[in-house]
C-alpha cells in the first residue's frame, strides 16, 4: 500500500466558507478546515469577535493535501486565481482585515514557493497583488457550523450568488484538477 506524502497549507482569501468550497473540490486535497489565523488578541477567537475587525485575525483554511498527487505549488496558483488579491481587507461585499488575502507558510520552502507562486501570477491581474506572506503562528478552528458550509447551505443565497460563481470558474479553469 503506497503512503501518502501529506503536507498542510493555510489561506485566506475572503469568507472561509468560499475558499473552503474551492479546496474540497479538488484531487489530492484530504481535508479542509475553516479557521481563523494571524491575529493579536490571545486565545480562541470566535466568529463574532473576528467579524468585529478588532481581534487581527483573517478568516482562513488549513488544507490537508498529498503532496504527491497536488503540489503546494499548484494549490497556490488555484488560490491566487479563484479570488481577487489585489484587493486590500476586501474581497466582493466583505469588507475589513479578517478578509484580507493572505498565505500562511509552514516552512521556509512554501514562503519560498508561495513568492515564486505571486510573482509569476502578477501578470494575470492589471492592479499590484496585495496579497500578505507570513509565517503560520497559531491556527484556530472555526466553530462547527462554519464547517462544510457550502456543503450544508448550497440553497442559501450567499451560495448561490458569491461561491457558485468561484465554483464555476474552478471548473473551467482548473477542470483537469478536480475529484
Keep these: 500500500m503506497k503512503t501518502k506524502n501529506i503536507k498542510q497549507a493555510t489561506f485566506g ?17 484530504e481535508k479542509v478546515i475553516s479557521g481563523y489565523s494571524g491575529g493579536h488578541v490571545p486565545g480562541h477567537p470566535t466568529y463574532r469577535e473576528i467579524c468585529s475587525g478588532l481581534t487581527g485575525h483573517a478568516e482562513v483554511v488549513q488544507i490537508t493535501f498529498d503532496a504527491d498527487t497536488i503540489s503546494y505549488e499548484d494549490i497556490l496558483v ?20 479578517q478578509y484580507r488575502s493572505v498565505i500562511y507558510y509552514h516552512d521556509e520552502n512554501q514562503k519560498e514557493i508561495a513568492e515564486a507562486v ?22 484556530y478552528k472555526a466553530e462547527d457550523s ?12 450567499y451560495c448561490s450568488f458569491v461561491i457558485m460563481p468561484k465554483l464555476s470558474k474552478l471548473r473551467k479553469l482548473y477542470s483537469d484538477k478536480l475529484k
Design 118 to 139: 505571486v510573482k509569476k501570477v502578477a501578470d494575470y491581474y492589471d492592479k499590484k497583488i496585495v496579497t500578505e506572506i507570513s509565517p503560520l503562528d497559531i491556527f
Design 78 to 97: 488555484i488560490f491566487m486565481t479563484t479570488h481577487d488579491p489585489t484587493t486590500l481587507n476586501k474581497q466582493g461585499a466583505d469588507v475589513g482585515t
Design 146 to 157: 462554519h464547517q462544510d458550509y457550502y456543503r450544508n447551505n448550497k440553497e442559501q443565497g
Design 13 to 29: 482569501g475572503g469568507c472561509f466558507w468560499c475558499t473552503e468550497a474551492v479546496f474540497q473540490e479538488l484531487k489530492g486535497i
